[in-house]
């Protein structure tokens, strides 16, 4: 096994089986000899716990667009998942395992239980019984076994290769030593943890909490006494492919969408706790938005990308909208009427301010509310929201003549930024504002919902097209992820970058 199989515990073991397998396929195309054409088309999963069904669930989908793409017939193809027991996904009760069973056989993977395999060589492999298999791709995902690195370590063995630590995950042997994760053996309940990420997450902190003890301590500081370990397991969930999943998590089985979006849900938790909402959001576009060939749980809805030169004349033409709105408001006198009675949301009160300064009668004032409202007419709303008397009576009425200049800024600056393709995005978050103080205010009729739409539309980067976003948003984007804040927010927009004073900086503290 260890000479003629691949495995599957890290990131280069992942790149080496994708590489492997478009070779296998594309030697396929060109071989003429059936029974090798057959032993190429073969790929056989050793293993039926979660590692190994998630894997024939990706290759259960992703072959046939690799046979498409090499001119095969994706019915040639047999992927085998081949396990030494009764039953794959022994973790999970009968109900989620016998459902993923008939899915996955479902998608066309043959499922070989009780087939313990006993002999394995380059050209295939031997299962107890004498059964043959010929095949060039084995994956091993089996056996509970520690690392090679920590089996060998000069420590306390436990079970399988993996050392035994107290329940503050220490080595018997020395206080400074802790194991935990996958490497490490301690029984709870007189039942070895599992090899879980929960339990690895669960015994890492526990390990953590007695570094930062003993450190402290060494130090002279308070520090709180580390709690040994006691396992918080929130149950199991398995994908198999990127449409299908089930998982039995509080005592509850679930399995389909519901499944996977739970799936989903964890792991964008996790990437959230780990580096923010930019590693969460960046898991939700890669997994649901932009993942290929309909393989998310919303199918691809949500994958096809419109180019962005086709909604070059929709910015183009929103601009215009906004700047004739803004130019209008200009000859109308919105800059030189200083009483502000023309602004949209704050016209009732300095009218009748000025009113009472000209000593106008309440009536004139009412008129001119509705002189100013007639241009969005007929509006949306019948009446102002609570939320838009508020904003009115607690800001716009201390300087209704600021917030009259601010809107008419406003609208010509984010007709012009629409034009010109600058700052698209600020532009179309300015354009929803406007919009929708305008509908909560009732000063505007059914075409705001057009305003708002398109606005939506832009904030895909439509000023890339086209526009002057093209040239400055790179430039702004490299400045905003050399800062101190965008590293520690994990902000930053691809990958963070380093002035020289950081690269000195972070050099010093590498050699310290």
């Not at 009113?355 to 949306?380: I, L, Y």
């Not at 790179?474 to 902000?491: R, S």
Request: proline share 3%; glycine share 10%; with cysteine.
């Amino acid at each position: 096994m260890k000479e003629h199989a691949f495995y599957l515990w890290s990131l280069e073991n992942a790149l080496a089986i994708r590489y492997h397998i478009e070779m296998m396929v594309k030697e396929a195309a060109r071989e003429a000899d059936v029974e090798k054409r057959k032993q190429l088309l073969t790929f056989v999963v050793a293993g039926g716990g979660f590692t190994g069904v998630e894997l024939v669930g990706e290759l259960a989908e992703w072959l046939p667009h690799l046979c498409k793409k090499n001119k095969l017939d994706s019915s040639d193809v047999r992927i085998i998942n081949c396990e030494a027991l009764g039953q794959i996904l022994n973790m999970l009760p009968d109900g989620p395992r016998q459902k993923a069973e008939r899915y996955m056989r479902k998608q066309g993977i043959e499922i070989m239980l009780n087939s313990l395999i006993t002999n394995v060589t380059e050209d295939g492999f031997t299962i107890k019984g004498g059964e043959v298999i010929k095949t060039k791709t084995l994956v091993w995902t089996c056996g509970v076994r520690g690392t090679e690195f920590g089996e060998k370590l000069s420590i306390t063995d436990g079970k399988m290769g993996r050392k035994l630590v107290n329940e503050y995950m220490q080595s018997p042997d020395h206080e400074n030593v802790y194991v935990v994760g996958d490497g490490m053996y301690f029984q709870e309940n007189n039942r070895p943890i599992p090899q879980i990420v929960e339990a690895a997450e669960q015994s890492a902190k526990t390990a953590t909490d007695g570094v930062i003890y003993t450190i402290k301590s060494a130090l002279g500081k308070k520090a709180e006494s580390p709690k040994p370990f006691k396992s918080n397991f929130h149950g199991y969930m398995v994908s198999v492919g990127g449409r299908y999943a089930v998982s039995h998590t509080g005592g509850i089985a679930l399995s389909g969408f519901f499944a996977q979006a739970m799936k989903h849900m964890v792991n964008m938790y996790y990437q959230f706790g780990v580096c923010g909402v930019n590693g969460a959001w960046t898991y939700f576009k890669h997994e649901i938005l932009e993942i290929k060939h309909k393989r998310s749980l919303i199918g691809g809805l949500a994958s096809y990308r419109v180019p962005s030169y086709w909604t070059t004349f929709l910015r183009m033409f929103l601009g215009v909208m906004w700047l004739i709105e803004g130019i209008a408001k200009i000859f109308e006198g919105w800059l030189s009427d200083t009483t502000g009675s023309k602004v949209y949301w704050g016209a009732a009160d300095a009218v009748g301010a000025a009113s009472e300064a000209w000593g106008e009668t309440a009536e004139v004032a009412a008129t001119a509310v509705t002189e100013t409202v007639k241009q969005f007419a007929p509006p949306v709303l019948g009446q102002p929201l609570a939320l838009y008397t508020w904003i009115n009576d607690v800001f716009v009425s201390q300087a209704p003549y600021l917030f009259q200049i601010m809107i008419v800024l406003a609208e010509v600056g984010i007709g012009l930024c629409f034009l010109g393709g600058l700052f698209t995005f600020p532009a179309a978050i300015v354009s929803l504002g406007l919009s929708f103080m305008f509908l909560i205010g009732a000063l505007a009729g059914k075409e705001i919902f057009w305003y708002m739409a398109v606005s939506i539309m832009m904030l895909g980067g439509a000023g890339r097209a086209f526009g002057l976003d093209n040239w400055v948003m790179p430039y702004l984007k490299k400045l905003w992820n050399k800062t101190p804040l965008a590293k520690k927010t994990y902000l930053f927009m691809g990958e963070p970058e380093f002035t020289k004073k950081q690269m000195k900086r972070k050099l010093a503290r590498n050699q310290d």
